[in-house]
């Protein structure tokens, strides 16, 4: 049995005249498609880096690092995205700064730089050597996840480190357990390995005759002091005190990675933010244009439908709701692009800013999806509402008569 | 109708397998690119498994191109060798995640240059050849029609 033939609403109308011109509705559709891309693509980037910093910074534990005056750059670069340094200290630092007042708890780490490996293809990697009794970083996870701490053998990977677990790693001819893999942070812990500092110094004592090169540490130094404040909101003061009473250190507070990686991702914004400026203005003339075409070319079928009763806000809303429509469509194929477009370049793209990033909930994703569809929706729709309502004005027996 | 109405599917193939040999050999770049190499026992320099996606690439790359060159001479013949350009797209995908995987470390650089360019490649050259396949099918349906 046939399905009774209904009259066309304004949805089936809609949806039979951008089928009727299949070339020109899916320029524009690709015209918003990229547009949302790159605003959708913007708007993960920034969400996500932010992220990473809150997610990073509290993982770390600590409100203030005291390193070497020369190596606050390199610690920055190693925090952010895990590159491998190595910088010591006298260890008698650690003391100097638990001194200074205003100090509540201090933890020594030892940093250690591998050697490449010579398979595919492990890197070089960041090795931090942690104090077990006094550190901020690894022993809440540690007590958390195992429930023990770890023994001198044993290791911790951060969750970009490619190994098996259980499984073993060989650092300068010493060879090390992996006891687990610690959660994401999006920032340079997840490509570090944590292991005892005392372990560190054995791997360094073996080195001599097991290793290609030996690995030389000074007895007793530190790389860095973290440290914990009675009062982290000072933490900008707290930096200048530690910095004047030690001499020889700089102290970096988590404000000024934050504010750095700021810097980071207003570099990338400045050349991203034009292409979707310019692409967001390139739809919009075009939409503008298709819809001024669109509607002189249905100036009649405009003047019959105001014939036969309809009123102007429904020959508008006709016009509108298939500028919308159109608008919908590429902003969703635009959010969908711009996701796996990201997902794709996502490394290249923070490697080459140095910026750190972890995803957001797929909550957070989808509705940043739904803003961008409902914000091309509108944006088309806001586009074709002017010329629609011209044509909607006029009577309907000189829209019947106009020339399209 | 003029030529590129006539003929856009088969050079928008064409365009595409060329593009993939030059863009996969001159601007993506894989771990030997960058001086990157793998010691062997013996002492002796060897490339990484990435070089060989490379490879592997560039053959799927030129074979796409034939298939446009095909498209051009035997428009008959064009939604199937469309549909047969959209599985080599797919195959491009599946070199690199798959086939012949790149290097495992996520930040090595064929992880950040070649894989992501073949797959984009790959996506781009499967969509074109189903829109095209689907054009040819019109085109047949409408000549069947008349």
Redesign the interface.
């Known amino acids: 049995m046939s399905r009774p033939v209904r009259g066309p609403g304004l949805v089936r109308l809609t949806l039979f005249n951008l089928l009727r011109k299949p070339g020109r509705s899916s320029t524009a559709v690709v015209a918003v498609m990229l547009a949302a891309a790159t605003v959708f693509a913007g708007a993960l980037i920034g969400t996500g880096v932010q992220h990473a910093v809150r997610v990073g910074m509290g993982r770390l534990g600590a409100d203030l690092m005291v390193v070497p005056r020369g190596a606050v750059s390199a610690t920055h670069t190693a925090l952010v995205m895990g590159e491998p340094v190595a910088f010591y200290m006298d260890g008698a630092v650690a003391g100097q700064v638990a001194a200074v007042p205003g100090v509540k708890s201090v933890s020594g780490q030892t940093y250690v730089e591998t050697l490449a490996s ?6 070089r990697l960041f090795l931090i050597g942690f104090d077990p009794a006094t550190d901020l970083t690894v022993q809440p996870w540690l007590y958390r996840a195992l429930g023990r701490n770890l023994a001198p053998d044993e290791i911790l990977v951060g969750a ?1 480190v ?1 190994t098996a677990i259980p499984g073993t790693m060989k650092f300068f001819g010493t060879e090390f357990q992996v006891a687990g893999q610690l959660d994401p942070t999006g920032m340079g812990m997840d ?1 570090s390995v944590f292991l005892p500092a005392a372990s560190v110094a054995a791997m360094a004592a073996n080195s001599v005759t097991l290793a290609e090169k030996p690995l030389a540490i000074p007895p007793g130094a530190v790389s860095a002091v973290m440290v914990r404040l009675v009062d982290p909101t000072q933490d900008d003061a707290m930096a200048a005190k530690i910095a004047a009473a030690v001499p020889g250190v700089a102290a970096i507070t988590g404000g000024q990675v934050s504010r750095g990686v700021t810097r980071d991702l207003a570099n990338l914004m400045s050349w991203l933010l034009p292409i979707a400026g310019g692409v967001l203005l390139v739809a919009a003339l075009l939409f503008g244009l298709l819809f001024s075409a669109i509607t002189a070319e249905r100036a009649r079928e405009i003047g019959l439908l105001r014939a036969i009763g309809a009123t102007q806000f429904q020959a508008v809303a006709a016009l509108v709701g298939e500028a919308a429509l159109l608008g919908a469509i590429g902003g969703l194929a635009g959010a969908g692009a711009g996701l ?2 990201y997902s ?2 996502q ?2 793209l923070l ?1 080459e800013f140095g910026l750190p990033f972890l995803w957001p909930d797929a909550l957070q994703v989808a509705a940043m999806g739904v803003l961008v569809t409902a914000g091309a929706a509108l944006l088309a729709a806001a586009t074709a509402a002017w010329p629609a309502r011209r044509i909607a004005r006029l009577e309907p027996h000189f829209a019947i008569h106009a020339r399209g | 109708m003029s030529f590129l109405s006539r003929n856009w599917r088969g050079l928008s193939v064409l365009v595409l397998g060329v593009g993939s040999v030059l863009v996969t050999h001159f601007v993506l770049k894989d771990c030997a690119d960058v001086g990157h190499m793998m010691k062997t026992a013996s002492g002796m320099s060897a490339p990484m498994r990435c070089f060989y996606t490379e490879r592997a690439v560039d053959v799927v790359g030129g074979l796409v191109a034939v298939m446009g060159l095909v498209m051009l001479w035997q428009r008959e013949a064009s939604r199937a060798v469309s549909a047969a350009a959209a599985a080599a797209g797919l195959v491009l995908i599946a070199i690199p995640l798959w086939l012949l995987p790149t290097c495992p470390d996520g930040m090595m650089e064929c992880n950040l240059s070649l894989k992501p360019g073949v797959i984009m490649l790959g996506v781009v050259i499967t969509v074109v050849g189903l829109a095209a396949a689907v054009q040819s099918r019109r085109i047949v349906n409408t000549e069947a029609s008349a």
């Open positions: 010579a398979a595919c293809c492990t890197g970009h490619l490509e796996g477009l794709l370049f490394k290249a490697v």
